[in-house]
C-alpha cells in the first residue's frame, strides 16, 4: 500500500496484516479520487477540506487526504493496534499539524463532536456492521457536515443497506468485491 498522489506520492502505508481487517486497495483508492476530482455531482475539493475518516483503520484514505492537501484530518478509530499502525503513518510524514486521533468508538466521538463541520466523510465499516447507519443518523441530526460535503462508504459488493431519509446517492461503483457509495445527507 503505498500515498498515490500529492505531496507524499510514493510513501508507502503500513498496514495489519490479518483477517479482521481490510485495507483499501490503492487501485479503489485511487478511483475515488478520481470521483472526488473529476466528477460533476462533487461539489468540493479535497484541498483545504475537513476530512472525518470514520472506521479508519491504518488510515489509508486520510493519509491520502493529507497528502493531497486537506486542510484537517480526523482519525477515528477505536481499535489499539490499527491505531499503533496509523501513529506509525503518520510519523512517515513532516506536516502533522491539523491531524486529530481519536481513539474512542465512533458513537462516543460523533457524541461529543458538536462544533466541527466536515466537507469529506469516509466510512470503512467491517462489513458485518450495520452500526454505521446509526452513525449517520447521528451526523445528519447534529448537522456536522457542511453545506457542500460528500459521504463516501464503503462497503462489500452485494450489500443492501438501506439509505433513504440518510442520504442522496449519486453514484455507486463497484470494485472486485468493493462497492462504493458517494452521497450527501438529504
Not at 483508492?29 to 476530482?37: G, Q
Not at 462533487?42 to 493531497?68: H, Q, T
Request: proline residues 2%.
Amino acid at each position: 500500500m503505498r500515498i498515490i498522489s500529492g505531496k507524499y506520492k510514493g510513501k508507502s502505508i503500513n498496514f495489519i496484516k490479518n483477517t479482521t481487517t481490510r485495507p483499501l486497495k490503492d487501485s479503489v483508492k485511487e478511483n475515488i479520487f478520481n470521483i472526488l476530482a473529476h466528477s460533476p455531482e462533487v461539489k468540493i475539493k479535497v484541498e483545504n477540506s475537513n476530512v472525518l475518516d470514520l472506521y479508519s483503520g491504518v488510515g489509508s484514505f486520510g493519509l491520502e487526504c493529507i497528502s493531497r492537501g486537506a486542510k484537517k484530518i480526523t482519525f477515528v478509530e477505536k481499535n489499539k493496534d490499527a491505531l499503533k499502525i496509523l501513529k506509525n503513518n503518520l510519523l512517515k510524514l513532516s506536516n502533522k499539524k491539523n491531524i486529530e486521533l481519536v481513539n474512542l468508538s465512533i458513537e462516543n466521538y460523533l457524541d461529543k463532536d458538536l462544533d466541527n463541520k466536515h466537507e469529506i466523510f469516509f466510512l470503512d465499516p467491517p462489513f458485518s456492521d450495520k452500526m454505521f447507519l446509526k452513525n449517520l443518523e447521528t451526523i445528519k441530526k447534529n448537522k456536522l457536515y457542511c453545506n457542500n460535503h460528500i459521504v463516501i462508504i464503503h462497503r462489500k459488493k452485494g450489500s443492501d443497506e438501506n439509505f433513504e431519509d440518510l442520504l442522496s446517492i449519486f453514484k455507486i461503483k463497484l470494485y472486485g468485491r468493493s462497492k462504493i457509495i458517494f452521497g450527501h445527507f438529504t
